[in-house]
C-alpha cells in the first residue's frame, strides 16, 4: 500500500537492492570477468571496472525496470517481493529509474574510453536489450519467443562483450559456447515464465507460457537445456565435460513436464531450486576454467 509520506534513504536503498536481485549479480558478472580474464590472462583496471558494472549497475538496470513496467502485473503475482523481484512502491518507480541510468553511467563511460568500435556495438546493444525488454514501445517480454531470446542475450552478452573487449580470436570452439550458453538462457527463461502464467494472463501480459501453455513450454526448456550439452560437446577440452552440468536442471525441471496452466505456480518450487543450482554450476564452471587456463598457459 502506497502513501503520499516521502521515502526515507535506507527504505529506497533496500527496495533498490532488492530489485537488483543480488542473488543473480554473479550470473551476469562472472561471464564477462572470465572471458575477459581468460583472453588477457591478466587483471587489469578495465576487468575491475567492467565486472563491477556486471555485478551491480547492469542487474539494477535490468531488473529494476522491469519491476517498474511489470508493476501491475507483480501486485497479482504471489512470489514477489525477495529473491524473484520487489513489488516497488509507485514511489519508487522514478527513483529506480533514475537510479538504473545514473548508476551506469559512469562505468559505461569508462569502458567506452577504453574499448573498440565492435565493443561500443556489443555493449550498446546488451542495453538495449536490457532497457527494452521491459520498457515500452517495444516491451519484448511480451513478444512470445522473442522474451526468452532477449532474456538470453542478458546473461551471454556479458561473456560476448568481454571476448570482444580483450579482442580475442573467434573460432568454432568459442562460439559452440555461447551458443551453449544462449540455449541455456532461452531454457531457463522459458522455465521461468510458466510460474508466471496466471499472473501474467490477469495483467494481459503476453509471454512464451502465456501463448504456448505451461505443457508445452516445459518441454521446450527440457529441449534448449538438452541441446545446450549438446554444443558444449564441441568446445575445447575440457569444455566437453561441462555438457554434463545441464543434468540438474533436466531433473529440476522434468517432474513439470507435464504440468496443466491452472497448476503452473507450483513450478516455482523447481525454480527455486534452478537458482541454487546456478551456484553450484557456477562453481563447477570455475574447476573447469581454471583447467583450461592452466592447459592453455
Same mark, same amino acid.
Given at each position: 500500500?502506497? *502513501? ?35 583472453? *588477457? ?9 567492467? /565486472? ?116 580475442? *580470436? ?39 507460457? /502465456? ?5 508445452? *513450454? ?80
Amino acid at each position: 500500500m502506497t *502513501t503520499d509520506a516521502p521515502l526515507r534513504a535506507n527504505t529506497v536503498a533496500r527496495q533498490l537492492l532488492i530489485a537488483s536481485r543480488p542473488v543473480s549479480w554473479i550470473n551476469t558478472a562472472y561471464p564477462f570477468a572470465a572471458a575477459y580474464v581468460l583472453t *588477457t590472462r591478466e587483471v587489469d583496471l578495465t576487468l575491475v571496472v567492467g /565486472t563491477l558494472f556486471f555485478l551491480v549497475p547492469y542487474n539494477l538496470a535490468m531488473y529494476g525496470i522491469n519491476d517498474v513496467f511489470d508493476y501491475e502485473s507483480d501486485l497479482r503475482n504471489p512470489r514477489k517481493g525477495g529473491a524473484h523481484g520487489a513489488v516497488l512502491d509507485r514511489r519508487m518507480h522514478r527513483v529506480t529509474l533514475w537510479a538504473s541510468a545514473l548508476l551506469c553511467l559512469p562505468f559505461v563511460a569508462y569502458l567506452a574510453v577504453v574499448g573498440s568500435a565492435v565493443s561500443w556495438v556489443v555493449l550498446a546493444a546488451s542495453l538495449f536489450f536490457v532497457v527494452f525488454y521491459s520498457a515500452p514501445p517495444l516491451r519484448l517480454k511480451e513478444r512470445p519467443f522473442l522474451d526468452s531470446v532477449t532474456s538470453s542475450i542478458h546473461f551471454f552478452s556479458p561473456a560476448v562483450y568481454g571476448i570482444v573487449l580483450a579482442g580475442a *580470436t573467434w573460432t568454432p570452439a568459442l562460439v559452440a559456447l555461447i551458443v551453449a550458453f544462449a540455449l541455456w538462457g532461452i531454457a531457463s527463461h522459458a522455465y521461468g515464465a510458466v510460474q508466471d502464467v496466471v499472473a501474467d494472463r490477469e495483467a494481459g501480459i503476453a509471454s512464451i507460457a /502465456t501463448a504456448r501453455g505451461a505443457r508445452w *513450454t516445459v518441454r521446450f526448456s527440457l529441449a534448449c537445456y538438452a541441446a545446450a550439452g549438446v554444443a558444449m560437446l564441441a568446445t575445447t577440452w575440457p569444455g566437453p565435460l561441462a555438457a554434463v552440468l545441464v543434468v540438474p536442471y533436466l531433473v529440476t525441471v522434468w517432474p513439470y513436464r507435464s504440468i496443466a496452466d491452472a497448476d503452473a505456480a507450483a513450478a516455482t518450487t523447481g525454480w527455486r531450486r534452478f537458482l541454487w543450482l546456478n551456484q553450484f554450476s557456477g562453481f563447477a564452471v570455475t574447476l573447469l576454467l581454471i583447467w583450461y587456463a592452466i592447459l592453455t598457459a
